[in-house]
């Protein structure tokens, strides 16, 4: 259900309920304001299209999700990912990418795979979200020095460029990142301020005293993008010709997967914290919507934000009216104070950020698991978390994965087991137990072998197979037929309806013949079948 028409049934788009979403809604606002700048420029966009994608988003996410409380926007989790595609293919490919994948989570949601992020293992998302907030921080050193940013190239190779221009930094801009980085470690410790959003303060701060010294050799948002244009965004239409969507489909599937999973996960946290219970697959509708019709008011990718969907809740919001608000306070910013962002310093934005990349990395999730998990979740953590940072996110989710499923086949192959139960001068009776699949042609095939030819018979007891697949119905069939010419019947016993199912559909039980599968062991035993 969408989560405005479930908030409306619950009564919570009663006026009495307007106070606390408004207020919220204010705040929230405040906060994705120097945040939706940094995180585009970060992407390689310009600052207001990080505004114009916290509106878009903002709405669409508010109206037709399924979560009441998420706030949706550009992200810190994207950083990485944008900014390769905008400097490979341009911002107009970067729009491109995100219109194409948010059809991809239009139909993500339609279809009905809202629960795909439930198969992500732990050390895969701790991994990669360590290693992109790594990849944030590094990124961040050029600006926060005022020294010259290399674009292109590796991740190493980005950090060494901007270590060899160390020594030609600005004073002045490091001497403004650093007050602001430190206003926002002691803002939270300060019990009168700590209501006030820290990287609003470090926006007034470091944009008064630009404004009042006009200190030399300090980027800001006026030198690096000539500011932020008055008035709301212009439709415009993206250049969706063939060959370009045909090329930008690899950047659209890694947009779209990274979102699904950034916003399912921020659901899943308001609903923690609020007790509410979201609708994943509607939320993919509302972020596939969302991601739709940003590029066509001049924004990019766009995703739940876990850190303003927590500021949402702890300031009273109860329903999808805050995120609206949200989006008209960010309009409102655009409309009366666009002229003052000139003077923002680059410098305090990326000092913003290393907050984020710190928080969204989690450090201490990181050294608990890479302390008390077992060795397999350490290695897959920690090549998910290097190969984010020196190869591709892409690359480290797959491999992340793959590598847990391979770990996760080895541990239920090893729980696979066909015990021999009885042995006698006529028969031989073995209990699989455990789920027969592909693993398992092993242990099949090894009991089968140990069946001695002095009997005439092996039974088999399926009652504690939950479930068999063609590969073990296969590596089954062979045994039979193996079996046969070395004049040993097979009897089948026990198999639950599934597998039962299986069996009679892929052919198996008419292999066995008359009396080849029965409903228990002792039936096959007292009938001598």
Do not use: C
């Not at 793959?402 to 087991?417: D, E, G």
């Amino acid at each position: 259900m969408i989560a405005l028409q479930e908030a409306a049934r619950a009564g919570l788009l009663k006026p009495a309920h307007w106070a606390n979403n408004i207020i919220a809604g204010l705040v929230v606002g405040v906060v994705a304001l120097p945040l939706s700048m940094a995180f585009a420029i970060a992407s390689g966009a310009r600052p207001e299209q990080g505004i114009y994608t916290a509106i878009v988003a903002g709405v669409m996410v508010s109206l037709f999700g399924g979560s009441r409380l998420q706030i949706a926007g550009p992200t810190g989790a994207f950083i990485a990912i944008l900014a390769g595609i905008t400097a490979t293919y341009g911002i107009d490919g970067l729009q491109v990418a995100t219109l194409m994948a948010g059809v991809l989570l239009l139909l993500m949601g339609i279809f009905r795979l809202g629960g795909i992020v439930q198969f992500i293992p732990a050390p895969v998302i701790i991994g990669f979200t360590a290693g992109i907030g790594v990849i944030i921080f590094t990124g961040q050193w050029a600006d926060f020095l005022g020294v010259e940013r290399q674009l292109s190239g590796q991740f190493h190779q980005k950090l060494w460029a901007v270590i060899q221009n160390v020594p030609n930094l600005s004073w002045a801009t490091l001497a403004i990142g650093i007050l602001s980085l430190a206003i926002l470690l002691v803002n939270p410790k300060i019990k009168r301020l700590r209501r006030i959003p820290g990287p609003l303060i470090v926006l007034v701060f470091a944009t008064l005293t630009q404004s009042v010294f006009q200190f030399q050799g300090v980027a800001t948002i006026g030198s690096a993008f000539g500011g932020i244009p008055r008035g709301l965004p212009e439709f415009q239409l993206p250049d969706l010709s063939f060959g370009k969507m045909l090329l930008l489909i690899g950047p659209a599937m890694t947009i779209a997967m990274l979102g699904a999973i950034e916003s399912l996960l921020s659901a899943v946290v308001a609903d923690r914290m609020a007790g509410t219970r979201h609708g994943s697959n509607q939320e993919l509708v509302g972020q596939g919507l969302a991601n739709i019709v940003a590029p066509f008011f001049g924004g990019f990718a766009a995703t739940g934000a876990i850190a303003r969907t927590a500021t949402n809740i702890r300031n009273g919001a109860t329903s999808p009216l805050a995120g609206v608000v949200h989006a008209l306070t960010l309009v409102g910013v655009l409309l009366l104070l666009a002229p003052l962002a000139v003077n923002i310093p680059l410098a305090s934005l990326s000092a913003i950020l290393f907050v984020v990349a710190w928080n969204m990395s989690e450090p201490h999730r990181v050294v608990g698991m890479l302390k008390r998990a077992p060795a397999a979740d350490r290695v897959i953590l920690l090549v998910t978390f290097f190969l984010t940072v020196f190869a591709d996110l892409v690359v480290a989710v797959n491999v992340g994965v793959v590598l847990a499923v391979l770990h996760f086949l080895r541990r239920m192959t090893q729980t696979v087991k066909i015990q021999q139960v009885e042995d006698t001068a006529d028969h031989r009776i073995s209990k699989a137990v455990g789920p027969l699949f592909f693993g398992a042609v092993g242990p099949i095939e090894l009991a089968a072998r140990s069946v001695p030819d002095s009997v005439s018979r092996w039974i088999i007891d399926l009652s504690e197979t939950p479930f068999i697949d063609a590969t073990a119905i296969q590596a089954l069939e062979d045994a039979i037929g193996n079996l046969k010419a070395r004049g040993v019947a097979v009897t089948l016993a026990g198999a639950n309806a599934l597998v039962y199912r299986k069996l009679s559909t892929h052919g198996t039980l008419s292999m066995l013949g008359e009396g080849g599968y029965v409903s228990s062991v002792q039936y096959a035993i007292t009938k001598d079948v």
